[in-house]
């Protein structure tokens, strides 16, 4: 049973353009929701977060939308440059904080020069 | 400052044989994390420390694994009688408490022949 499903295995966008993640979610009790990039052979790194009492969180060229009546969140970076080619996994806790996260299956992301 | 490390890198073992996979803790974080991913998944929780408190070990998927963590710091994953669908990628992460920002080690690559 997956709890939380990255539908896009890999995606390729143009440097400077939008690169926009997508991640949707099952289980209602999940409230804290966290994006960490990953390079090979590397551990994930920690991107940005967001509680569930907020809809947007922003950092830098990064940010993230949680639509909770969809179970839906994304990440926008924008702009887009080649160092941020790597895979992003979603993860989702249900202890208001990042604690025995939930993680979805990853998301390729390319970056075009 | 020093990351999350972990030892070794790379192992191979033997379908039947114990293996024991090391973490070392960003210094001063009381919370501890094993976490596997397998081929094409996300990442999957295992066990969890925080503090002197008992360990949550619910993400366990077999009495073959066990870990420790000795004088609150190192922590062991011991894999024993290890099976080909016990190969995967071990990561551990380390928090300054309990529902801070995960920081994670670049993983063990275990494969199980």
């Known amino acids: 049973d997956q709890q939380v499903k990255q539908n896009s295995p890999s995606l390729s966008v143009q440097e400077g353009r939008i690169s926009i993640l997508n991640c949707d979610y099952t289980?209602?009790?999940?409230?804290?929701f966290l994006w960490y990039k990953k390079y090979p052979a590397e551990g994930p790194t920690f991107l940005i977060s967001i509680s569930s009492i907020k809809d947007k969180n922003e950092d830098g060229r990064f940010t993230v939308f949680l639509n909770k009546s969809a179970k839906h969140l994304s990440l926008h970076i924008v702009p887009s440059q080649p160092g941020d080619s790597a895979v992003y996994f979603c993860a989702a806790s249900a202890f208001q904080g990042a604690q025995k996260l939930v993680f979805g299956q990853g998301t390729r992301l390319t970056i075009n020069p | 400052g020093a990351g999350v490390s972990q030892s070794p890198s790379n192992k191979v073992t033997e379908k039947g044989k114990d293996v024991e996979l090391r973490c070392d803790p960003i210094?001063?974080?009381?919370?501890l994390y094993w976490y596997r991913q397998s081929l094409g998944q996300g990442l999957e929780f295992l066990i969890y420390f925080q503090g002197n408190s008992a360990p949550d070990k619910s993400g366990l998927p077999s009495d073959r694994f066990s870990a420790e963590r000795t004088g609150g710091s190192v922590s062991t994953l011991t894999i024993q009688r290890t099976q080909q669908e016990d190969s995967a990628v071990y990561l551990c992460a380390s928090s300054l408490g309990p529902k801070e920002t995960q920081y994670f080690g670049p993983g063990t690559r275990l494969l199980v022949l």
């Open positions: 210094s001063g974080h009381t919370a």
């Open positions: 289980n209602s009790m999940f409230d804290y």
